[in-house]
């Protein structure tokens, strides 16, 4: 940690409550911030209301890379590049925990920057919290029974708005879709409850060879999705090889049985014309050319001309 980071924090325990936030934001303009608050209060979505967010910062300051993370529904959002020096705040409004949220740059904050970065978290702060409950149900509702991991209809729900995000902000990421081979047989030779179990544990070994920004979905039977933000085509296939290598790395168990697994899986990065859909088809078409050239593989497939890649 750097040394501003550590008086950052220290800055975070005294300025801890809404009280003294809302004091440091009378030293700005209120015209400006009554604006920047009801732009806040009109994204209702937890992705356009931290978009509205950092697009305020980044016309208030320079700022390289902008880092949020919220635990207990797995959010997490990376903005630009993370550089050495930092300075972060730990968010709550009466003792419920807003996630966590990090600032960096080649260089060292100022105090007057320290100063305007506390009065836009002051008007994101109430914002957040309403959109955080709102994730928290749509949460349960987006889960898979069986595996536990958020189902298919949370990827049509978010990637779009993933899309229109990397083509703004140029950034890039990419899509795995895995499918257990031969599953069928599985389920015909040891039964469903044992089939029920393959899939639960394949579910937690790619959720547990994951990145901590990474999202895994149960897209439907034998099929699951993995979206890798800030990911090029490149570092994605890497990901995808790491996931296989775990899965396989030793059977499955139920009861006193042990099922040999085998999959494959398609990878693509998103280009610059996809939607959800036409994104989803091409993970499909890479899939099936794993499957098509003999199964428990990966194919990655080659990258359009637009597809979004990281800017050097």
């Not at 509702?141 to 978010?158: I, S, V």
């Not at 494959?264 to 994104?279: E, I, P, Q, R």
Request: aromatic content about 8%; charged content about 30%.
């Amino acid at each position: 940690m750097s040394e501003q980071s550590a008086k950052t924090e220290s800055r975070l325990q005294q300025r801890n409550s809404s009280a003294s936030l809302h004091a440091v934001a009378d030293t700005q303009s209120q015209t400006n911030i009554d604006d920047f608050v009801r732009q806040l209060n009109r994204a209702t979505d937890f992705h356009k209301l931290l978009d509205v967010f950092i697009s305020n910062v980044r016309k208030s300051l320079p700022c390289d890379g902008i880092e949020y993370e919220e635990s207990s529904i797995k959010l997490y959002l990376l903005d630009g590049d993370l550089m050495q020096q930092s300075c972060h705040y730990n968010l709550s409004y009466e003792g419920q925990d807003l996630g966590r949220i990090r600032f960096t740059r080649d260089d060292e904050f100022r105090e007057d920057e320290l100063v305007m970065l506390e009065t836009l978290l002051a008007g994101l702060v109430m914002p957040l919290r309403n959109s955080l409950r709102y994730q928290q149900a749509v949460h349960v509702a987006q889960r898979d029974e069986l595996t536990g991991l958020r189902n298919g209809n949370y990827y049509y729900d978010n990637v779009d708005l993933e899309i229109e995000r990397s083509n703004r902000y140029h950034i890039p990421f990419s899509l795995v879709k895995i499918d257990i081979d031969n599953f069928k047989t599985i389920n015909d030779t040891h039964g469903r409850a044992a089939g029920d179990a393959v899939l639960k544990q394949v579910a937690h070994r790619i959720e547990k060879q994951a990145r901590s920004c990474d999202i895994v979905f149960r897209k439907g039977g034998d099929e699951f999705l993995v979206f890798l933000p800030n990911t090029d085509g490149e570092v994605a296939l890497q990901v995808a090889e790491r996931i296989k290598r775990n899965v396989l790395s030793r059977p499955c168990d139920y009861e006193h049985e042990h099922i040999k697994i085998e999959f494959s899986a398609g990878v693509v990065s998103v280009a610059k014309t996809d939607t959800a859909h036409n994104l989803m088809s091409r993970v499909d078409k890479a899939l099936f050319h794993a499957k098509i050239l003999g199964k428990n593989r990966i194919h990655t497939e080659a990258a359009p001309e637009n597809v979004l890649r990281e800017w050097m």
